[in-house]
């Protein structure tokens, strides 16, 4: 008895040495929830289990390993303090058997809040940092970093038509980051504006920059500005009926006649209410 005791071991022995588990761990994010706007210190948590045996559990915070686990309650201890508001993170976690088998959780986001600054979910909102943090598209060459009569600091967006007169497709969003919108809460919006040359000779109404914020595939418009070469402060209230991504774009598209007309934006501020 005693022998096939010891041959059934050795056997399972052999087995896993020559990688005879092929089976990974099975492991999920439990702690936070997907979405979730977190403050402070995070508790994150793992569960794994495995047909053999977790050996170890690793957390990652926006894709760098942060910590490694190796017994259970699998955990980690997040600072979120430092991070600024209202910025987007993904979290996962890989878990290892000892046959170096690895199962990946899935990714959840969540939303850093701890209630600093002036709750504007807009990155360079002023156009300070030149475009980062924006993506102009479709005409990319029209938009421009511009130190002429900013609306305050010193420097605004502007889009220049090209030469010639036509029609233009031209438009500015948001990119690099996540407006992360929570559903049926308001939120304010509002930038300045100025318009310069932007009348077509046979209708003035078809040169538009319209701020509008595109939730999930959803449009939601903000007040299109009335054409003034002084700048014109745009403020209004906006509820979205689901949670999401937000995308903010200033879409412009019309016709111009002359090559002196441009569009320029600055102050964007978009926050809860
Ligand atoms: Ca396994
Ligand atoms: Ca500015």
């Keep these: 008895m005693k022998k096939i005791c010891r041959v059934t071991i050795i056997c399972a022995m052999l087995w896993i040495s020559c990688g005879g588990d092929k089976e990974p761990p099975d492991v999920q994010i439990t702690n936070p929830a997907n979405n979730a706007v977190v403050s402070g210190t995070v508790n994150i948590t793992a569960d794994a289990t495995d047909n053999i045996g977790v050996e170890k559990l690793e957390f990652y915070i926006d894709g760098i390993a942060v910590s490694t686990a190796t017994s259970e309650p699998y955990s980690y201890s997040w600072t979120t303090t430092s991070l600024q508001d209202s910025s987007s993170h993904t979290i996962y976690a890989k878990a290892y058997d000892a046959a170096e088998n690895e199962g990946i959780s899935s990714t959840i986001t969540v939303i850093v ?39 305050s600091g010193s420097f ?43 009348h077509d000779t046979y209708d003035s109404t078809k040169t538009i920059l319209d701020p509008v914020i595109n939730l999930n595939g959803n449009w939601f418009w903000a007040p299109t500005p009335s054409h003034s070469e ?39 501020v978009l926050r809860k209410q």
């Design 113 to 151: 809040n701890n209630g600093g600054g002036s709750g504007n979910l807009v990155k360079n909102p002023g156009f300070e940092e030149g475009l980062n943090y924006w993506n102009p598209y479709q005409y990319p060459s029209g938009w421009s970093s511009s130190s002429t009569n900013p609306h």
């Design 156 to 198: 605004c967006a502007k889009f220049s038509f090209p030469t010639g007169s036509g029609y233009y497709d031209a438009s500015i969003k948001n990119s690099g980051y996540q407006i992360y919108i929570e559903a049926n809460t308001p939120y304010y919006f509002s930038f300045w504006i100025r318009e310069k040359d932007t």
């Design 230 to 268: 002084t700048w014109q402060f745009i403020d209004t209230t906006l509820t979205f009926p689901q949670s999401g991504n937000a995308e903010l774009h200033f879409q412009l598209h019309g016709w111009a006649t002359s090559s002196s007309a441009e569009f320029a934006v600055d102050d964007v």
